[in-house]
């Protein structure tokens, strides 16, 4: 089974390296990053480079694709070369996935119309100007389709994935491998749960606000 | 404040990757990546390139020092010129921290004899032989020295160590970004609720049995 992680300029880190940590375990699998050239590409922040190892036009026919998001997606909102290759690719997979924002780009290729997805909370509103219907759960299923709310989402996306695809015994040994027993140190990481004020400033820094 | 996060030969990703998600969004930070030399280094799976954008002696005095685990972690355990530079560095840190199997490479440096810190599940029993005091929780701190459990626990710690650094309203804001509100869909995540199956299916496999 080939998986294809796609990553591009300006992407979030941990919405790629999430799933990849856990796909990259299932038995079997060969998992690639792929980007429209091979070689670096920066990350959000401008502190990391992550390499992709194959072009898109190398790997056509994933069994698996993953569309992080992150900041950059913005600006592939249009990007044919893309676009044409999430289709051309959707139309062989076994499943199409995305992390966070990453579901603004499937969705831009056409391919969320009328489907129950989800993304990055802040960008709910934007999913459904491009034809999905966005659910506000942390990993919504619709046939194929699988996609996760924001970045750190993607880590129980693959989870979910990784049942479907390899059962869920296999699944729980990768949960166990990689202790996903999370515990964090605070209850903030849901605007239901977050403060009004921190989800206030949020709001304001956000690219679709 | 001045972040470096090590790379190196057969680190695991998500080790790296989560304290970075959360630690490049603190204010007023530089993050770097550091490793022996500049360039790409792959990771365990061998399946994902991360970029070092200096070398260790480029980096000599970090303010908070990161320290990943994975499978090349056990080739470092005598290697003079890292464990060298993580004694500098630990001179003048305000923090030394590491996650999974990356605290036994602190140990070898001899900077937690004594002291309480915690490891990957399956290294706990490595970490006593080399004169630390394991604590099986999820993030453990003494002193400036925080340590995490193994992999995706790396995020509990840098969330942990943001609301230190930043205080808890800037750590909450952080959590909220990356939306860090795990949901597994599995309990299986410790050993101490996974299946006996599965706890025995990876201690066989791990390379430190």
């Known amino acids: 089974m080939q998986i294809a992680i796609v990553v591009y300029d300006r992407l979030t880190a941990l919405d790629a390296i999430g799933p990849y940590e856990v796909l990259s375990r299932l038995p079997d699998v060969e998992l690639i990053f792929v980007g429209a050239a091979?070689?670096?590409?920066?990350?959000?922040t401008?502190?990391?480079?992550?390499?992709?190892?194959?072009?898109?036009?190398?790997v056509p026919a994933p069994d698996v694709v993953v569309v992080p998001g992150g900041p950059g997606q913005t600006a592939l909102m249009?990007?044919?070369e893309l676009l044409a290759w999430l289709r051309a690719a959707d139309a062989t997979?076994?499943?199409?996935?995305?992390?966070?924002?990453?579901?603004?780009?499937?969705?831009?290729?056409?391919?969320?119309?009328g489907r129950r997805?989800?993304?990055?909370?802040?960008?709910?509103?934007?999913?459904?100007?491009?034809?999905a219907t966005p659910v506000r759960e942390r990993v919504v299923e619709d046939g194929k389709y699988v996609t996760?709310?924001?970045?750190?989402?993607?880590?129980?996306?693959?989870?979910?994935?990784?049942?479907r695809i390899a059962g869920d015994e296999v699944a729980q040994l990768i949960q166990l491998g990689i202790?996903?027993?999370?515990?964090?140190?605070?209850?903030a990481g849901s605007p239901a749960t977050a403060s009004a004020q921190a989800v206030e400033t949020l709001r304001s820094l956000s690219r679709f606000s």
């Open 179 to 187: 202790e996903y027993d999370p515990r964090p140190p605070y209850g």
């Open 117 to 131: 997805a989800t993304t990055h909370w802040l960008a709910v509103d934007e999913l459904a100007r491009f034809g």
């Open 38 to 44: 091979k070689g670096e590409q920066r990350t959000d």
């Open 148 to 163: 996760a709310a924001g970045v750190s989402a993607g880590i129980d996306m693959a989870l979910t994935l990784a049942g």
């Open 93 to 113: 997979s076994a499943w199409t996935t995305s992390v966070c924002t990453g579901s603004l780009l499937l969705a831009a290729a056409g391919l969320l119309d």
């Open 46 to 58: 401008g502190r990391l480079g992550l390499i992709a190892d194959r072009t898109l036009a190398e």
């Open 78 to 80: 249009e990007d044919a």
